[in-house]
């Protein structure tokens, strides 16, 4: 599943939006775009991020932040 993965895990309380992130990583995706609202998201997916030698930006918009992880 190379490529471009986009995640929507509002709702999801953690640890679940690190497990689909991940998830994806361990599939191959090289780019992760995720939806998440639980204020320990941040934390959690930095910390997938990191263990997987990817970096992580947070998108803030009006409705939710979103988190882009890319594969360096």
Known sequence: MPGVVR???R?????W?????????RDGATIVEIL???PQAPTELAAVA???????KIV????SP???VTCL
């Not at 709702?11 to 640890?15: A, L, N």
């Not at 939006?17 to 990583?25: G, N």
């Not at 990191?50 to 992580?56: F, N, Q, T, V, Y």
């Not at 803030?60 to 409705?63: A, F, I, R, S, T």
Request: net charge negative.
């Open 11 to 15: 709702g999801m309380r953690c640890p």
């Open 7 to 9: 995640i929507d895990a």
């Open 66 to 68: 979103s988190f882009v």
């Open 36 to 38: 998440a609202d639980d």
């Open 60 to 63: 803030l918009d009006q409705n």
């Open 50 to 56: 990191a263990a997987s030698g990817a970096e992580m």
């Open 17 to 25: 939006p690190a497990v689909r992130l991940a998830r994806a990583l």
